[in-house]
């Protein structure tokens, strides 16, 4: 299994302001992404953050918008840049675990535009 | 995007009473996960069920897949008023750690 850490845990924010979300892994994993979930919603896959390279993002969602970083094979950074209320989400990382193909999410970043 | 449905939207239940949900997807899969969400919190991990196979038990918890259907179920027996959450189907289409997620169902467990 994982233990997975994210800050902050909630956050209320300006519009117009960027906020970084961090996820921290307790062991070393290849496969990190990141989720959004609106108000009253499913779960949506925003990217694939690369160790070392560019993310990968899902149709719908762009560089600028929800810039992404991964440094090392433990810890991903995911930006909401120049934030409007529609971003008002609950912004989950998660990670794969390749021995029994199990993908473990962290707790979510509550974040709430006014 | 989102891969498919789940069914019921919501379900009420009283405690001791089981509770089933069902699950529907679109495309061939991998796998199927099932998840716990607790009042917008982060999910828990229930249960994987591979392709291949057609039924797994975990504790109270019993999933069913069958892919002629392209749908799963998810059995809790006895519930508690600790199940109280909403329940989240998700697939792995590609092998790729990448989940379309259904709709969920919010069980609701009356004590």
């Known amino acids: 299994s994982a233990v997975i850490s994210q800050k902050p845990s909630r956050d209320i924010c300006q519009r117009g302001t960027s906020l970084t979300i961090q996820c921290q892994v307790d062991s070393q994993v290849t496969m990190m992404f990141w989720y959004r979930q609106q108000p009253g919603q499913s779960l949506t896959l925003i990217a694939t953050?690369?160790?070392?390279?560019?993310?990968?993002?899902e149709s719908g969602f762009v560089i600028d918008k929800f810039p992404i970083s991964r440094p090392n094979l433990t810890f991903s950074t995911l930006t909401v840049s120049n934030m409007s209320p529609e971003d008002s989400s609950i912004y989950l990382c998660?990670?794969?675990?390749?021995?029994?193909?199990?993908?473990?999410f962290g707790e979510g970043s509550w974040l709430t535009v006014v | 995007s989102q891969q498919g449905e789940e069914d019921p939207q919501a379900l009420s239940i009283q405690e001791g009473e089981n509770a089933t949900m069902n699950c529907s997807y679109k495309?061939?899969?991998?796998?199927l996960q099932w998840y716990r969400q607790n009042s917008g919190r982060g999910l828990v991990h229930l249960i994987l069920?591979?392709?291949?196979?057609r039924e797994k038990h975990s504790g109270r918890l019993r999933v069913t897949l069958d892919t002629s259907k392209k749908s799963s179920s998810l059995l809790i027996t006895a519930s508690r008023a600790a199940d109280t959450a909403s329940y989240f189907c998700a697939t792995d289409a590609r092998n790729d750690y990448k989940l379309s997620f259904g709709a969920g169902t919010t069980v609701t467990v009356r004590a």
């Open positions: 953050a690369n160790q070392g390279s560019e993310a990968t993002y």
């Open positions: 069920i591979r392709s291949n196979e």
């Open positions: 998660s990670v794969g675990i390749p021995s029994g193909n199990t993908i473990y």
């Open positions: 495309t061939s899969i991998n796998n």
